[in-house]
């Protein structure tokens, strides 16, 4: 019998982490072991030296730089790290794996589905949802303009990159103010920051520049 994969689960949500250790618990007793989980990446970093997994479960957007910045401070032989995330956005997919991630899987996966992929990513394979999959080959095939995606939204903070794709898809201020919890004072902050940066003008021409590069 094989070993259980050793696993740290790493997400801003509390309540999102508890259901997911829940489901590991259920659909992979005996499969996975949660050895920690952290809600930040200070705290992801400091859990990864302290026990070495070897897989990281890890959300896209996370306080502190992203699970990118991660990946980057936590470097280990052993530890591969697989993206759990809301996001199916193409520069999110990209940039994951970029960043060094071995796999990219959303947040509608089941339980089984999920012990199934941390088990494959320990054993050294990519896993990817099959949409996320198409992202990956289009970059590498040049139907994605990976390095002026990356140029683009590296201007913007994570936070801008939040309202931007929002707003890109029709929300309201009000309505992304709801959705990401924070007040439309400080939405109308960053949208006018977001238009700044990306040298743009206006709602449509946002949408349309968010469209063209597969960011909706």
């Known amino acids: 019998m094989t070993s259980p994969v050793r696993v740290v689960v790493v997400d801003d949500h509390a309540m999102f982490r508890r259901g997911v250790i829940a489901e590991l618990e259920a659909a992979g007793a005996g499969e ?19 026990h070495r997994p070897d897989v990281v479960l890890l959300d896209v957007h996370l306080p502190g730089g992203g699970g990118v910045e991660v990946m980057r401070r936590g470097q280990s032989p052993e530890t591969r790290y697989l993206a759990l995330s809301v996001s199916d956005a193409a520069e999110d997919v990209i940039g994951t794996i970029r960043g ?17 992929a ?34 683009d939204l590296d201007r913007l903070t994570e ?10 898809r029709g929300y ?24 700044r940066k990306l040298q743009l ?16």
């Open 32 to 50: 996975v072991e949660v050895l920690a989980q952290a809600a930040d990446v200070d705290e992801a970093v400091t859990a990864v030296a302290a």
């Open 100 to 116: 060094g991630a071995r796999g990219y899987v959303t947040k509608t996966i089941t339980g089984p589905e999920l012990v199934s």
């Open 118 to 151: 941390i088990r494959r990513v320990a054993d050294g394979d990519a896993v990817f949802s099959p949409r996320l999959a198409g992202f990956v080959l289009d970059a590498f095939a040049g139907s994605i303009e990976v390095a002026a995606v990356d140029e």
């Open 159 to 168: 936070r801008e990159r939040e309202v931007m794709r929002l707003i890109a």
């Open 172 to 195: 309201a201020y009000k309505e992304v103010a709801k959705e990401l919890f924070i007040s439309i004072k400080t939405v109308e902050t960053h949208m006018s920051s977001v238009l």
């Open 201 to 216: 003008s206006s709602r449509h021409e946002l949408s349309r520049w968010a469209s063209d590069r597969r960011l909706l």
